[in-house]
Each structure stands twice: as C-alpha cells, then as structure tokens.
Nanobody
C-alpha cells in the first residue's frame, strides 16, 4: 500500500522560507514521477513542481509563478521528496499536497497517489 506523508508546512512572513518533505512508502516505480500541488480555498488544485526520473535522468517542471523561488528534489535512498520554498509570498498560501505515480509527467494533477497535505500560510 502506497503512503505519502507530507511535513514541513507552517506559518511564515512574506520573504521567508520553508522546506516541505514527503515521505513515501510502498511506492516503487522505475519511472519515478512525483510532484507537489497546492490548493487554496475556493480555487482548483494546481501543479507547483514535479520531477520525472527516466532513463536519461531527472526532468523537473515548475509553475511559472514559482520559478526561481521553489526547488523540487528527491532523496531516493530515503524515499523522500522535497520542496524548498524561498521568497514566499502571501499568494503561496495553500494546502500543499505530494503526489506520486503520474499518468502524464508534469504539472497536470493526474496522479494515482496523494498525501493528506500540509498547510502553508504566508502573511504579509
């Protein structure tokens, strides 16, 4: 059974940083595809960052709104996905979800496994 458990959310002031972690268990896929998504109240879930590991190495994807501020990475030995978030803005406030096993690599929220989410709140 696949389990994804997010951690690292919290409340920060604008300009601050947070690092989200997603511990994965029961998930093994030679074509590793994982991502971070977020959903603010009253809004649709949107892709933030994703990483695809294929035969040629890692490919990363970022939403335009977070490029240059967020970095996705993974530690395969620890089965953990990370999202380093710098220069946070109030509009980054949302519930952040980890996802694994995509149908299509990238930021479309068509993944088979999802975590429960971790809240990120950025105050101005």
């Amino acid at each position: 059974q696949v389990q994804l458990v997010e951690s690292g959310g919290g409340s920060v002031q604008a300009g601050g940083s947070l690092r989200l972690s997603c511990a994965a268990s029961g998930y093994t896929n030679s074509r590793n595809c994982m991502g971070w998504f977020r959903q603010a109240p009253g809004k649709e879930r949107e892709g933030v960052a994703a990483i695809y590991t294929g035969d040629g190495g890692d490919i990363t994807y970022y939403a335009d709104s977070v490029k240059g501020r967020f970095t996705i990475s993974q530690d395969n030995a620890k089965n953990t996905l990370y999202l380093q978030m710098n220069s946070l803005k109030p509009e980054d406030t949302a519930m952040y979800y980890c996802a694994a096993d995509c149908v299509i690599a990238g930021l479309v929220p068509d993944y088979n496994y999802w975590g429960q989410g971790t809240q990120v709140t950025v105050s101005s």
